[in-house]
């Protein structure tokens, strides 16, 4: 296959303007609304992240920050 024929179709998601981050964590949002309970409770439970910061001055570490995203708000139905 030659190289132009490969390259010439595009990703969908490419297509519609997203990355492929948006584009998975899309995808994994519907996928977690479809689920029953209480599957669909564990799955925005573990939709939260907690990551730490720590800046740095002068070369030394400065205290670090824990910080945390809450998960989205449920969808709403229609």
């Known amino acids: 296959m030659s190289g ?3 390259g010439a179709a595009a990703p969908y998601w490419r297509n519609a ?3 492929y981050i948006s584009y998975a964590n899309t995808c994994a ?3 977690r609304n479809c689920l029953k309970e209480p599957h669909k409770t564990k799955a ?3 939709e939260q992240v907690y990551y730490k910061l ?3 001055q002068e070369g ?3 205290k670090p920050v824990v910080r945390e995203t809450p998960p989205a708000p449920p969808a709403k139905k229609e």
Do not use: C, F, I, S
Request: net charge neutral; glycine share 6%.
């Open 17 to 19: 303007g997203m990355t």
């Open 54 to 56: 720590q800046t740095y």
């Open 60 to 62: 030394e570490p400065q």
């Open 44 to 46: 925005l439970n573990r």
């Open 4 to 6: 132009a024929a490969a």
């Open 29 to 31: 949002a519907m996928v």
